[in-house]
């Protein structure tokens, strides 16, 4: 979908690209990741879709769709990807960007970076098995039938993340999984 051209040369960041099912954790290791490491930053997605009450203040930036559709058109996204009626991409990170730039995106986005970056670390954080991940589903608030909903959605990108050679993160233990990631950081950089 994106019409960009490679986005990182040798002087860009590092991206890491961060996907797997809601409930995984992905957005716990990639908060930790960047508290622990200055030099590893989070990319802020624009977003079509309209605040939720759980959002922190710096989730997304919010616009509409006249001016993620105008973004787009100038080629300020290096991937987008539209999910229940609403845009996100991923804004072009600002040049002379060094270190890691994590990125928590689903594995369509994840393949759009891919093609225009194959020096990108694609990691897919899972959870241990269905029963565990539809009980942290449920307990973050997802109905029964929404949570079946999304494991049948994870068990799809699953598939399609090994197609794309990402590696996988099994989070049971949230320490390890991090250390887990932190190496495979360590050695791509
Ligand atoms: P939510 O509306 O729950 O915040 O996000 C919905 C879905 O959009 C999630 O799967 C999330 O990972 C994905 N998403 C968030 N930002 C981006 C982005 O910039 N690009 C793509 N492709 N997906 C995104």
């Known amino acids: 979908m994106a019409d960009t051209g490679p986005v990182t040369g040798e002087m860009g960041p590092l991206i ?8 995984a ?11 622990a490491d200055d030099s590893i930053h989070l990319s802020v997605s624009w977003t079509s879709r309209a605040r939720r009450s759980d959002d922190a203040p710096d989730a997304y930036v919010f616009v509409d769709r006249e001016a993620f559709e105008a973004h787009r058109a100038d080629g300020g996204f290096i ?4 999910f229940l009626d609403c845009y ?5 990170p600002e040049a002379g960007d060094e ?4 990125l928590e995106i689903d594995v369509a ?6 093609d225009a970056d194959p020096g990108a670390l694609c990691l897919f954080v899972d959870a241990p098995d269905d029963d565990e991940l539809r009980r942290r589903l449920i307990e ?12 049948v959605e994870a068990e799809r990108e699953r598939t399609e993340a090994a197609e794309l050679g990402y590696e996988t993160i099994v989070n ?7 250390n887990e990631v932190s190496a495979l950081i360590a050695s791509r950089r």
């Open 88 to 92: 996100y991409g991923t804004p072009v």
């Open 109 to 114: 986005g994840g393949r759009q970076v891919l």
């Open 99 to 102: 270190g890691v730039l994590l």
């Open 172 to 178: 049971d233990d949230l320490n390890r999984a991090i």
């Open 79 to 82: 991937e987008w990807n539209e």
């Open 140 to 151: 973050r608030g997802d109905g029964s039938d929404r949570a079946e909903a999304r494991l």
């Open 25 to 35: 954790g992905k957005g716990t290791i990639a908060r930790r990741l960047v508290a």
């Open 16 to 23: 890491v690209v961060l996907s797997g099912p809601g409930g």
